[in-house]
């Protein structure tokens, strides 16, 4: 039997059966083994021979092959994690009743493991109140079922019922491999504002200063935060290469001042306030409308520079009563103090009620994809955050704001 984690890579009947094959490659490659178990209608869109290569297993979809095995039983006993994609309404519908009619909707009664359900589906169906319900009721029993996306579906229509990006699939089932409680409903009915990316302040038409932050961590955040039930915005700069998160309503901006404006009007009815982006502490105090030239003749330009706003401080001084705010600090050690003291005097200056603390610096925190460091609270406690994903270290968060809200007695 293989020591790699095991997957059970469920596939419904919908045309979004195609984008399985990403998610079985992208698990496969980071070292999962990954048993497909499709329904008979998924095999019109994609076929046996497909899964089986990319796998390395047989595929089947009754419970009348490899019999002596009892495959019906052991394939969903022997899960490390069970994801369906695509979830289509009729599969939804099914597994919410107990049905047991083929090898996947089998495996899914005997898995005694984390089951977590993609759904992909026109927007009509995903609203319909027979989807919502079987929804519900899969989610009490503590089934994942994720929010989908927004966006083209089949044909010219557009709306809420998109597949999750691959990519963002892939990094919630590793979340659950991790930790299989770390996508709970705890969020339900608050408003989010997550800011992340890195902010650039123009020099001139071609040039700027900015900064190394991709933005995962903030996406990671918001990603994680919707799927544990909040109604998300994320205020991003500069991360057009990340995929928009599924259930996230997202507003792109680009300079510190754009992101202020932003993240201040989102905040004004939010419950948390998660300040993650890179915002530049300084922008050059005049920018030039043409590009600036080098020239032998005239003396190296100098770049003057003046403050941004601190929005994390007028995050707090503003903030309406019950508002949670959390703020990261990218912070390296030097001969003041160590990157905990300097941690700790930038909570005590800015007064938010949690700092994440990243200590930065070659190969650490921008433009990798995992992430550690140390969560502190405005009361004196302090945490370590284990280095992980860096959707792990979002559950953490929000596993911290969870708590204080509860504490606080802050509305839900």
Known sequence: MSDKPRVVLGVGGGIAAYKACEV???????????????????????G??????????PVHTGVFTEVPQVQHVRVGKEADLVLVVPATADLLARAAHGMADDLLTSTLLTARCPVAFFPAMH????????????????????????????????GADTGKGRLPDP??????????????DALPRDLAGLRVVVSAGGTREPLDPVRYLGNRSSGKQGYALARVAA?????????????????DPPGVTLRRVSTAEELRGAVHESAE????????????????????????????????????LERNADILAELVANRRPGQTVVGFAAETGDHHGSVLDHARAKLKRKGCDLLVVNAVGEGRAFEVEDNAGWLLAADGAESPIPLGSKSQLAATVWDAVAHFIQRSGSPQ
């Open 24 to 46: 079985l490659r992208g698990l496969t490659e980071s070292g999962h083994d990954v048993r497909v178990v499709p329904t008979e209608a998924a095999l019109n869109f994609v």
């Open 269 to 304: 009815n939010a419950d948390v306030v998660v300040m993650a982006a890179a915002v530049a502490d300084f922008r050059p105090a005049n920018r030039a409308d043409y590009k600036i030239k080098k020239s032998d003749d005239q003396p190296d330009p100098t770049v003057v």
């Open 167 to 180: 990519a963002d699939i892939v990094d919630l089932a590793k979340l659950l491999l991790a930790r299989a």
């Open 48 to 57: 046996a021979a497909t899964f089986e290569a990319l796998s390395g297993h």
């Open 227 to 243: 799927q544990r039930g909040a109604e998300v915005t994320l205020v991003a700069a500069h991360t057009v290469a990340l995929p």
């Open 123 to 154: 927007t009509e169906m995903w609203e319909h109140p027979a989807t919502r319900d079987n929804v519900a009721l899969l989610r009490s029993r503590g089934t994942f079922v994720a929010e989908p996306s927004s966006g083209r579906l089949t």
